[in-house]
T-cell receptor
Framework: NAGVTQTPKFRVLKTGQSMTLLCAQD?????MYWYRQDPGMGLRLIHY???????AKGEVPDGYNVSRLKKQNFLLGLESAAPSQTSVYFC???????????????FGAGTRLSVL | RKEVEQDPGPFNVPEGATVAFNCTYS??????FFWYRQDCRKEPKLLMS???SGNEDGRFTAQLNRASQYISLLIRDSKLSDSATYLC????????????FGKGTKLSVIP
């Protein structure tokens, strides 16, 4: 079972370069999320999507853009990378249940990004 | 006040010990509560949901106190494989499908 797949797994960028992180899920989930995780900061929400064609800002959206053209894919873009964007990026998708007690998110394996 | 607070640890315990983690949350309208586990350099994975009546899954017991806005996780008979960081997770408020993650408590089980 593939679940949530993130590509690439590792990337090194120079300041000012751009890149796109891809998240793909095969569970037919409506909701998808992008987080970053930094030492001592925990997971912070960057952007999220509640369905195909929709996106919304999370806690730390500046410097990132997202697109959800297909239900199974959620892309995170860095237009002009900065050293402050060095982090581990996780994508997640949520079970379709409307019950909040089943509001469970499943994560991809992460992308480790270094911006020099 | 931070939304979800946890003792960062680390907790270093011998095999077979019982260890308890605590977590407090600030949003009284939160309705869904979870413990996730994160191994070193891996993604977070759901350990268990937390229900108002308390719930148990094998050696793991979770408790929720809504009045005190407090969540706990008890691990009995610790195994080496329990070594990980445990994340307390709460939804962002009434009807919200966004989750707020605590920074995690690191557990090391020692032979």
């Amino acid at each position: 079972n593939a679940g949530v797949t993130q590509t690439p797994k590792f990337r090194v960028l120079k300041t000012g370069q751009s890149m796109t992180l891809l998240c793909a899920q095969d569970m037919n989930h409506e909701y998808m999320y992008w987080y970053r995780q930094d030492p001592g900061m925990g997971l912070r929400l960057i952007h999220y999507s509640v369905g195909e064609g929709t996106t919304a800002k999370g806690e730390v959206p500046d410097g990132y853009n997202v697109s959800r053209l297909k239900k199974q894919n959620f892309l995170l873009g860095l237009e002009s990378a900065a050293p402050s964007q060095t982090s581990v990026y996780f994508c997640a998708s949520k079970t379709p249940s409307g019950q909040l007690t089943k509001n469970i998110q499943y994560f991809g394996a992460g992308t480790r990004l270094s911006v020099l | 006040r931070k939304e979800v607070e946890q003792d960062p640890g680390p907790f270093n315990v011998p095999e077979g010990a019982t260890v308890a983690f605590n977590c407090t949350y600030s949003n009284s309208a939160s309705q869904s509560f979870f413990w996730y586990r994160q191994d070193c350099r891996k993604e977070p994975k759901l350990l268990m949901s937390v229900y108002s009546s308390g719930n148990e899954d094998g050696r793991f017991t979770a408790q929720l106190n809504r009045a005190s806005q407090y969540i706990s996780l008890l691990i009995r008979d610790s195994k080496l494989s329990d070594s990980a960081t445990y994340l307390c997770v709460v939804n962002c408020g009434a009807g919200s499908y966004q989750l707020t993650f605590g920074k995690g408590t690191k557990l090391s089980v020692i032979p």
